[in-house]
């Protein structure tokens, strides 16, 4: 009976060894079916970067290059991850309609970055990305991302005006946090405004692609804006209510 016992353990510990093997054969294999050398030789003038079963991501930005005023970003990569353009010198980004996600904090301390081109297909965009992009005056929001996660322009002093496109769903706490913003039209899409996501702005007017009655079932927290003045809500059909 021992025996048996040992030979079955022995038989598990083989079967998993075996499966591991194979999965890592496969990613292998499929990374290398993604492999582009044209694009990795783009990729290497200005960045690091790895290859993912998903595809290319920017890792980062190459030391000699962050004082640069424009970088590409070549058409092809998958993503760009978290810090990867950390205190670059960049003053305007076109992001490729290629990129799918763009990781937490890949944009922080852009202190020179002016305008910002994010592309349809985006599906993901990362926590506080634009964190301290202080000069940020320019940037549109996709439709595809659902989400604008906690803090995603917090600190962007300069930024005046935001649309959220339908399709939006979420706007996380700290979004827009301590932004210039002014104005803000707001998609009947959306389902929830987080905590202070609008604290510290100069927004007075609220315009919302929708009825009162919807925006009534919006779950706005309580410190939205937080510093207790009354902001109108303009809504579709010309309608107003106070918050």
């Known amino acids: 009976m021992a025996i048996k016992k040992i030979f079955m353990c022995l038989f598990v510990l083989f079967s998993s ?4 093997s194979c999965s890592n054969k496969t990613n292998n294999s499929n990374n290398k079916s993604l492999k582009d050398e044209a694009l990795e030789e783009k990729l290497s003038e200005n960045y690091e970067y790895k290859l993912t079963f998903r595809g290319y991501y920017i ?6 290059k962050k004082n640069e005023l424009t970088l590409e970003v070549p058409n092809g990569i ?3 991850s978290a810090r990867a353009f950390y205190r670059c010198g960049i003053t305007t980004i076109d992001i490729p309609s290629s990129v799918k996600k763009i990781e937490s904090r890949a944009f922080e301390n852009c202190t020179s970055l002016v305008s910002v081109t994010l592309p349809d297909e985006l599906e993901s965009l990362g ?8 000069k940020l005056e320019n940037v549109n929001i996709p439709s ?5 996660e906690a803090g ?3 600190y962007c002093n300069n930024l005046r005006n935001v649309v959220i496109p339908e399709g939006i769903e979420s706007i996380e706490n700290n979004a827009f946090q301590l932004t210039g913003l002014k104005t803000i039209t ?9 905590k202070q996501c609008f604290y510290n702005t100069s927004i007075n007017t609220v315009t919302y692609n929708g009825t009162i009655e919807e925006w009534k079932l919006i779950d706005v927290n309580a410190e939205a804006f937080r510093d207790g003045d009354t902001r109108i809500i303009v809504c ?8």
């Open 127 to 134: 926590n506080d990305a634009f964190e301290y992009c202080t």
């Open 144 to 148: 595809g991302i659902k989400t604008i």
């Open 236 to 243: 579709s059909n010309g309608t107003t209510t106070a918050i």
């Open 78 to 80: 998958y993503g760009i």
């Open 186 to 194: 707001i998609a009947k899409s959306v389902k929830k405004i987080g």
């Open 152 to 154: 995603t322009f917090i």
């Open 59 to 64: 890792s980062s930005v190459k030391e000699e």
């Open 17 to 20: 060894i075996t499966i591991c």
